[in-house]
């Protein structure tokens, strides 16, 4: 059913959910293609592929490889209108498969977007779906805003799976550093006297920072791995390095705190007479922007589908995500589709929920929220100008 002229929003609303319905196999089977072969960030091809073929196919004008990145797309649909964004997350996790549950996003976003192609008129939105890799690397919608992909999108979401529905939850800011301290090999019992301790600088580093935890903001979380410790007992390790991520609710704390973190290892270094190297990723994770009026559309959306809210606190057990950089830059939702209660992100348990019937249920629900948020997006712009007010304001 195409609309056109004078939109029966009531009409409409019934034929996205009952057009999700009526493909929701093919969009939960898109989920359990990405369980059963999961790719890590930066490697979705096969990902990629399924999805951008299924987008060409629907009629959809597919870019493919965008900002460096080869599994990076762009998918679009619709002559005028708003452009709203629908975001389409594909990576796994090392070892662990779909412990994030990306394969429900990628279903989710695909489902919705496939939808809104068939019941929206093409002048009264541009849909477009923005294939985001990497996002456990916290890569990929960085890249993309830097190269100019979310220049002309007005509004952005997408949904995550969670243990609990969930519309609003903050994300902390996230910046990263890694550091190599260079020392001197010596046989260990033999010459240690000639030997200069790496391992003794990372140790120490490690030490300085849980001195330093007790003078942090509350809201600031910081850990750390060792990344290389030495290759065995006998031998003074001569390069020892570590990895840490800095989070906080504010990008200025979020730097203040990799600042003190980086003195904790230049002290180490000197203590121990090693040679430090640092790296600090300018990719730095922004905390998200709530935008209210943008997620009482989607709050609506459930109420309409009789989908209830749990009542979970918006501001503990944060992560951080790239979402949040693509939040300052337009106003964008993220709420959570529920797949099992008491199930905990990036576990082998979440992963199997993703394709439980639960799993399923979140597939089905993330696209029929998605559409219908889309739809009264485009076709009500009062809410459209009530969402931006309050993102300028911010
Ligand atoms: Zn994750
Ligand atoms: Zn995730």
Known sequence: MVVAGAV??????????EKV???CDEWFSIAKCFYDSPEVGLQ???AAAVLTAKLETEGFEVRRGLAGLTTAFRAEWGSAGPTIALLAEMDALPGLGHACGHNIIAAATLGAAVTLRHVLPTNAARIVVIGTPAEEQGIGKIELIRAGCFADVDFAMMVHPASKRQVIKMFLGLARIRFEFIGKAA???AHPEEGINALDAVI???????????HLRQDVKVHGIITEGGSAPNIIPERASCFFYVRAEDLSQVEEVRRRIKACAEGAAMACGCRLSVQEDPRVLAPM???????????????????????????RNMGSSDIGNVSRLVPTIHPHVPIGTGISIHTEEFARATVSEQGRAAVIEGAKSLALTAFELASCPRVREEILKEFTAH
């Open 44 to 46: 979705e091809v096969r």
């Open 289 to 315: 922007v709530i935008n209210r009026a943008f997620y009482r559309l989607y709050s609506k959306q459930l109420e309409y589908l009789e989908l209830p809210e749990a009542n979970a606190p918006i501001d």
């Open 187 to 189: 046989h260990a019992a």
């Open 21 to 23: 319905e009526d493909r």
């Open 204 to 214: 120490q580093t490690f030490n300085a920072i849980n001195g330093l935890r007790q």
């Open 8 to 17: 029966d929003i009531s009409t409409v609303k019934a034929a996205i959910v």
